[in-house]
């Protein structure tokens, strides 16, 4: 059984900076991909940012252009940490932010909601203008 548990989230300013943690526990697969989603109040649930990776080396990162440059997905040390550092972050970033996981032997995931199982109870990000 795969679980994911969020943390990192929090109330900032427009401008400021946070890092959200994911720790997953259980065997998700040699091959897998991991990633951030977002939905706000009234919004469906959006791919932020996701990685393909065999736990040593990173395949693959895709980006939601909304914040290509601003935000940066990373593996932990440990085979079962993600981290998504969030920079220069504005109002409209502000959303529960879940963490996401799928076994993929081969191929490469995107952003797609329906392309994940697991998934993380999630963390709320508060940005005010």
């Known amino acids: 059984q795969v679980q994911l548990v969020e943390s990192g989230g929090g109330s900032v300013q427009a401008g400021g900076s946070l890092r959200l943690s994911c720790v997953a526990s259980?065997?998700?697969?040699?091959?897998?991909?991991m990633g951030w989603f977002r939905q706000a109040p009234g919004k469906e649930r959006e791919g932020v940012a996701t990685i393909t990776t065999d736990g040593l080396n990173t395949y693959y990162d895709d980006y939601a252009d909304s914040v290509k440059g601003r935000f940066t997905i990373s593996r932990g040390n440990t085979k079962n940490t993600l981290y998504l550092q969030m920079n220069s972050l504005k109002p409209e970033d502000t959303a529960m932010y879940y963490c996401?996981?799928?076994?993929?032997?081969?191929?490469?995931?995107?952003?797609?909601?329906?392309?994940?199982?697991?998934w993380g109870q999630g963390t709320q990000v508060t940005v005010s203008s």
């Open positions: 259980g065997y998700i697969g040699s091959r897998y991909c």
């Open positions: 996401a996981a799928e076994n993929v032997p081969y191929g490469f995931c995107g952003r797609r909601r329906d392309e994940y199982t697991y």
